[in-house]
């Protein structure tokens, strides 16, 4: 089993500023079969970004994905109100699929 | 545009098996290509993937679950089902379904809130 390690556990920004959150594997995801999903509070995650880099339709450009191997970073380049949320990486390189615990994006 | 939407029981007593039903609007299960599949969220906590359906027969599970799942399909109705046997209050989750093409999940059901209580 791949476990993802996401960190930081929270961060605190303002809106315009930059994020960057982290994903890292205990093994090296293969292909590069890595996503990154947005939730609010009561609802479904949302598939921002696949293949490690690619994003879904209607993401917007702030979004981007990039790494490879066994370390991986999520960046929004200027934080929108609507980003605050939490957001998951998972992997989908094995066929036991995992996702990492999380990392909340607050206002600061 | 592909849709989701999860259906069953809120509530399961414990030692009972926990059944819903994910309905595909928008699309066939029976087209291939595509690996149709639960996730759930314990209150409070992270993602948990639980396993999929593909081909309308084939299909893998967690290892963790595996011994007390089934992962079904009815392509006459399209729609896609998940059993879960001997529940305990562990199982208490909102579990959601989704579609998958290589893995990455898309696009999601809104997610049923089941508890396991007596």
């Known amino acids: 089993e791949i476990v993802l390690t996401q960190s930081p556990g929270t961060l605190s920004l303002s809106p315009g500023e930059r994020a960057t959150l982290s994903c890292r594997g205990s093994?090296?995801?293969?292909?590069?079969?890595l996503g990154w999903y947005q939730q609010k509070p009561g609802q479904a995650p949302r598939l921002l970004i696949y293949?490690?880099?690619t994003r879904a339709a209607g993401v917007p450009d702030r979004f981007s994905g990039s790494g490879s191997g066994t370390d991986f970073t999520l960046t929004i380049s200027r934080l929108e109100p609507e980003d605050f949320a939490v957001y998951y990486c998972?992997?989908?390189?094995?066929?036991?699929?995992?996702f990492g615990q999380g990392t909340k994006v607050e206002i600061k | 545009q592909v849709q989701l939407q999860e259906s069953g029981p809120g509530l399961v007593k414990p030692s009972q098996t926990l059944s819903l039903t994910c309905t595909v609007s928008?699309?066939?299960?029976?087209?291939?290509?595509?690996?149709w599949s639960w996730i759930r969220q314990h209150p409070g906590k992270g993602l948990e993937w639980i396993g999929y359906?593909?081909?309308?027969?084939?299909?893998y599970y967690n290892p963790s679950l595996k011994s007390r799942l089934i992962i079904s399909a009815d392509t006459s109705k399209n729609q896609f089902s998940l059993n879960l046997s001997s529940v305990t209050a562990a199982d208490t989750a909102v579990y959601y379904c989704?579609?998958?093409?290589?893995?990455?999940?898309?696009?999601w059901g809104q997610g049923a809130l089941v508890t396991v209580s007596s």
């Open positions: 989704a579609r998958a093409i290589r893995g990455e999940l898309d696009p």
């Open positions: 928008g699309g066939s299960i029976s087209s291939g290509g595509y690996y």
């Open positions: 359906i593909y081909n309308s027969r084939s299909t």
């Open positions: 093994q090296s995801v293969s292909s590069s079969y």
């Open positions: 293949g490690a880099s």
């Open positions: 998972q992997q989908y390189g094995t066929s036991l699929w995992t």
